[in-house]
């Protein structure tokens, strides 16, 4: 054991051989996308992979160290939902073996897709049709005012059962009807088979992109499921504690884990989600989210540009391609803690003059 | 590699998990006390210390 814990802060920790340049980008990096993650209670970690491919990681090492990072950044945030006590327990534990499953069959065709040679073009190309479509699908919303493609910061205050369960996951609950059913948290009555639907093609993606799979889980719950919002977002993060673990323990078991890589930037995303999650109390997330759309898309075009640097063999391409992805996550980061500390400043004056 | 399989079990693997695991929590609380400590006086700092004395 003692040899074992030797062999890996030898070689597996990676910080020891790191610059402290790389070490200040991740902790860095991590701070930003923990300030997005604690903000919008999503999608901060769908930024990780795509960086550490254009920094030249491994397709493996990429996606399993997201993994991992996402673990990590599951455990803290979960720990904090179960204090609030929005975690559905049992739908967490039907969910985890059909996650589990789909993250196994997303890692074994990233590694296979790697040994033909093709698994960095198409991850990347999964990320501009992923980073693209839930980016379009979030700055529709933010300029229609739905308040969808996040948490909604209102409805956390809200009792489960002042939730009206959507046409979408009535109708599902209707006519999918194959026994076993299970009645979860909100007196929603579904099938087993439903819940391990979602979660399998949920873990296919998280596997196959190394992400936590929540903006795509957390929407299925919702509508497909019938679970209120809060419940969704805790649920969704228990659930990730162990199929993120599992996943991160089969890629750490090829290699695929870089404990230089996930420790600074999980150092950095658990004070950043601190401050994120302390700025829902004082920001309107309607008027961030479309800077946050645009976010995701120019992380869109930012992996396009990289994938075709690398493609043409343009190293100016790929740097201007993760410039782009850093960029637009700092700036939205940055668009949160200056409105907050706006905010803050403005409610004070207030409560100042009234009290005067 | 191409194939699914059933994960056995490696320590040194599991001991890179438990780390990544360790830190999560260590950080979760070493952040809460950081918060519960300096959590006012950041706050004194942002609204603007003059401001906050009034």
């Given amino acids: 054991m003692v040899s074992s814990a030797l062999d890996l802060f030898g070689s597996g920790l990676g910080i020891l051989d790191m610059g402290p340049e790389m070490l200040a980008l991740f902790v860095g990096f991590g701070l930003v996308v923990g300030v997005l993650f604690g903000f919008f209670g999503m999608g901060g970690s769908f930024l990780v992979t795509p960086a550490l491919l254009m920094l030249d990681y491994e397709p493996s090492v990429a996606v399993g160290s997201g993994m991992a990072f996402v673990f990590g950044t599951a455990v803290i945030a979960t720990l904090k939902h179960h204090d609030l006590g929005q975690v559905d327990y049992k739908l967490g534990a039907i969910m985890i073996t059909g996650t589990t499953i789909g993250i196994e069959a997303g890692r074994a065709s990233v590694y296979y897709l790697e040994s033909i040679g093709l698994a960095g073009s198409l991850i990347s190309v999964a990320y501009v049709v992923l980073l693209g479509g839930v980016g379009a699908m979030v700055t529709r919303d933010a300029l229609k005012g739905d308040g969808d493609g996040g948490v909604d910061h209102e409805a956390t205050d809200k009792s489960l059962d002042e939730y009206e369960i959507p046409e979408t996951a009535k109708k599902i609950q209707r006519t999918v009807r194959i026994p076993p059913m299970v009645t979860l948290r909100g007196d929603v009555s579904v099938s087993v088979w439903v819940i391990t639907a979602v979660a399998f093609a949920t873990g296919l993606l998280s596997g196959f992109l190394g992400v936590g799979g929540g903006f795509i889980r957390m929407p299925a719950m919702i509508y497909a499921i019938g679970v209120p919002v809060p419940v969704a977002v805790g649920t969704d993060l228990f659930e990730i504690v162990f199929s993120g673990g599992l996943g991160s323990y089969l890629y750490g078991q090829g290699g695929g884990v870089d404990l230089g890589i996930v ?94 | 590699m191409a194939g699914l399989e059933i994960p056995s079990w490696d320590p040194q693997t599991a ?36 401001r906050s004395g009034q």
């Fill in chain 2, 15 to 50: 001991l890179l998990i438990g780390t990544i695991l360790l830190e999560a929590i260590v950080l979760y609380a070493g952040y809460a006390g950081l918060e519960r400590l300096l959590g006012p006086h950041l706050m004194r700092l942002l609204v603007g210390g003059d």
């Fill in chain 1, 263 to 356: 420790a600074p930037l999980l150092f950095g995303s658990a004070l950043g989600a601190r401050v994120g999650s302390a700025a829902t109390a004082v920001v309107d997330a309607d008027g961030i989210k479309v800077y946050f759309g645009g976010m995701l898309l120019v992380g869109a075009v930012a992996v396009g540009v990289g994938e075709i640097g690398t493609y043409i063999g343009s190293p100016t391409l790929e740097m201007v391609g993760l410039v782009l992805v850093i960029g637009a996550a700092v700036v939205v980061a940055a668009a949160i803690l200056y409105t907050s500390v706006v905010s803050l400043r403005t409610t004070y004056d207030r409560q100042a003059t009234t009290a005067d």
